[in-house]
């Protein structure tokens, strides 16, 4: 304990934990050790510019598990991984890095304290109403780039000159997003206003310092502006003074020798040089020395020009090491400053999102949602935000949910595959979890109560990798849940127990249902099901209410309605699906045979589910006889050798048998 209490003390440069009011967190003070301890260790720099903590507190934001982070799709897609196509995709209409990094935060950690998510909505709405000052904020973070990059670059010492004037062109934008906040006056955007710190020095002293388009190496000199520093304005006056004094040596003695091709160079071997061409070496002074010969030229050097580039040079080294130094002493005075830029980029970071969420509900006519602590969740005319931007507002069906602990607390959704079902119940989700984090949603109105998680249990997966089959993670994923859930969650069910047999299936469907509908659990759930016998539960339980996808049947086809009703069915559509894939006729004319013989099997009384629990289930043991002459053909039978007959002797011996099976059924000993 002691060890890593050290580590924090020097770091920070404290003298108690409780200065970071990490005194009664032995847990999370030596998690912050060995995180220090493991960046230190590998990035071999100095950590100065980590000098604040922000403590994460599940308290504070909604859970979101990995199943259901993965099953909504909010950063990446389930089946490639890619941002497009996620939620973030959809929200993010942010201008800076910055804002793109906070931005997913907020939809991985949607917050529950119902007043801080309300100040979001009010500062959003409040954009929303203001457009053009919505777009001066934006115009201005285009121009900012990432700060928080930038001064860890700067931090860490490997800050090149032109990160500088990135940061300066930056600080520059301040000013006018300071302005735009001053007419904005909801408490979300006064307390950014007052958080907002202009940094002007930091700016001044760049633009004082650095030069505007200044080399990307910062031992290459030329990064100095003048008037900055007097000895670099001297050295370079001389550095500038010996150029135009070599262009004067080269008119004079062009004029002197009469070589009117002659010139005078310099590379980093030989220096500065005289070089002549050999059609005229006939020409050349006696005070010139031969430096270097050439396959056309020669090249010469003289006491004056050698004097020269002793004091060009020198200055040019002087002056690099100078700038250098300059640069390094700079970067020290802005690292000293790294937690006021650090802050100030947290806040253009808060614009950024509030913004982003502006544009995207102004977009796509999104609605601002009432959000309290009821236990009320009710959406007029939601839809998917993903796939709404995918095929266009006017092309998706939208639809009504509403969900409660008392009258409907689960909802049963029939209908075939393909019908919209899973759909549905992501947007119900995702229109939660986006009001949750301070975003308008995508509906006619919203009225989100207290969620305290979100749990789904959607699509079929397996993890060979840990050795899990389908429907071991399917039952994983449903543990989980009620395991873990409230009356203030909300649960995402997508057929639960088709991985195993039909009964057995159907048996934990309903099962896990019941258990949902305990007072000590009561989540606001979403179940679709193909199980129709479950629908039998609306019967039994208040709470519960069928609702089913609407298909309209035409020539044997269906045709999606996307349209969610109040009752139940008890079709599935499974073979017009099939079809719809592409499955060929033969199968799909010999799978409606096989479907007419069972639904005929089926005349007979239905068992009644419900009842089940109460009946105890009696087993009786089969027994049956064999006569001796059966047992016997059987024999013949089984040890038969087939490969070895010819085809005439087979027909003799299935003849053989045929006989002998009707003299034993002859005498009536045995019945079929």
């Known amino acids: 304990e002691k060890c890593y209490a050290e580590e924090i003390y020097n770091h920070f440069r404290i003298a108690s934990l409780e200065s970071l009011g990490l005194h009664e967190m032995p847990a999370t003070s030596m998690a912050i050790a060995l995180i220090l301890s493991f960046v230190q260790e590998t990035q071999k720099q100095d950590l100065s510019y980590l000098n604040d903590l922000q ?6 934001f909604m859970v979101l598990d990995a199943s259901t982070r993965r099953n909504l799709e909010l950063t990446e897609t389930m089946r490639k991984g890619e941002r497009k196509g996620s939620l973030l995709w959809v929200c993010d209409q942010t201008c800076t890095a910055l804002g793109t990094r906070l931005l997913k935060q907020w939809i991985e950690k949607p917050l529950l304290d119902t007043d801080s998510i309300n100040r979001r909505l009010n500062a959003v709405e409040e954009l929303n109403q203001s457009f053009f000052l919505a777009e001066d904020l934006r115009k201005a973070l285009k121009n900012i780039y990432d700060l928080e990059r930038l001064i860890g670059r700067v931090c860490y010492g490997n800050a090149s000159p032109r990160d500088f004037i990135a940061l300066k062109s930056s600080l520059a934008m301040l000013p006018a997003i300071q302005q735009a906040l001053a007419h904005l ?4 955007f006064g307390r950014l206003f007052d958080e907002l710190d202009l940094l002007e020095d930091i700016h001044q002293l760049i633009a004082d310092a650095i030069v505007d388009e200044p080399p990307l190496s910062p031992k290459d000199g030329g990064i100095i502006k003048a008037g900055y520093h007097k000895a670099v304005d001297e050295l370079r006056q001389i550095s500038v003074g010996g150029k135009s004094w070599l262009a004067e040596l080269e008119v004079k003695e062009k004029e002197r020798t009469g070589i009117k091709s002659l010139k005078i160079s310099f590379n980093k071997v030989f220096g500065y040089f005289i070089e002549v061409t050999k059609a005229n070496l006939d020409l050349v002074p006696d005070d010139y020395i031969r430096k270097q010969t050439m396959v056309n ?11 020269w580039e002793e004091k060009i040079m020198g200055a040019n080294e002087k002056l690099a090491a100078l700038e250098y130094q300059l640069f390094t002493e700079i970067r020290q005075k802005i ?10 980029a947290t806040v253009i970071a808060r614009i950024d999102v509030l913004q982003s969420f502006s544009k995207i509900a102004l977009d796509n006519g999104y609605c601002k949602p009432v959000v309290d602590d009821s236990n009320e969740l009710e959406i007029e005319e939601g839809r998917h935000p993903v796939i709404e931007r995918i095929i266009g507002l006017e ?3 939208a639809n009504d949910a509403h969900l409660d602990n008392n009258t409907q607390q689960l909802i049963l959704l029939t209908g075939p595959n393909m019908a919209g079902k899973s759909t549905y119940m992501r947007q119900v989700a995702l229109c939660a979890l986006m009001a949750r984090i301070g975003s308008f949603v995508p509906a006619k109105s919203a009225h989100i109560g207290k969620i305290d998680r979100i749990f789904t249990r959607v699509g079929a997966s397996d993890d060979l990798a840990a050795g899990q089959s389908t429907f071991m993670v399917e039952m994983c994923e449903t543990a989980n849940i009620l395991r873990n859930a409230t009356p203030n969650s909300l649960v995402i069910l997508d057929e639960i127990g088709r991985g195993t047999s039909t009964y057995d299936g159907l048996s934990i469907a309903w ?5 949902l509908l305990r007072p000590a659990i009561a989540a606001k759930t979403l179940f679709a099901t193909h199980y129709h016998e479950l629908t039998r539960l609306a019967a039994e339980y ?5 609702y089913y996808v ?13 349209k969610i009703l109040p009752g139940g069915i008890d079709k599935s559509y499974g073979i017009q699906v099939a079809s719809l894939a592409g499955l060929p006729q033969e199968v799909l004319l010999r799978a409606k045979e096989i479907l007419c013989l069972l639904e005929q099997e089926e005349q007979m009384p239905k068992i009644d589910l419900a009842q089940i629990p109460q009946r105890p289930i009696m087993q009786e043991k089969m027994t049956l006889t064999i006569p001796d002459d059966l047992k016997k053909l059987l024999r013949e039978i089984r040890n038969c050798s087939i490969n070895e007959l010819t085809p005439v002797a087979a027909l003799l011996q299935v003849e053989k048998w045929q006989k002998t099976l009707l003299s034993i059924e002859g005498e009536g000993s045995y019945e079929e």
């Open 335 to 344: 690292a000293l400053n790294a937690t006021r830029i650090q802050k100030t």
């Open 185 to 188: 006056h909801s408490h979300y």
């Open 55 to 60: 403590l994460y507190q599940t308290q504070s």
């Open 297 to 307: 030229a020669e090249r010469y050097i003289t006491p004056e020009l050698k004097e």
């Open 542 to 546: 208040a709470q519960v209410k069928n």
């Open 395 to 397: 092309n998706y069906i």
């Open 550 to 562: 609407a298909v309209k049947e035409k020539n044997g086809d269906i045709i999606f309605l996307r």
């Open 511 to 515: 099962a896990v249902s019941e258990y």
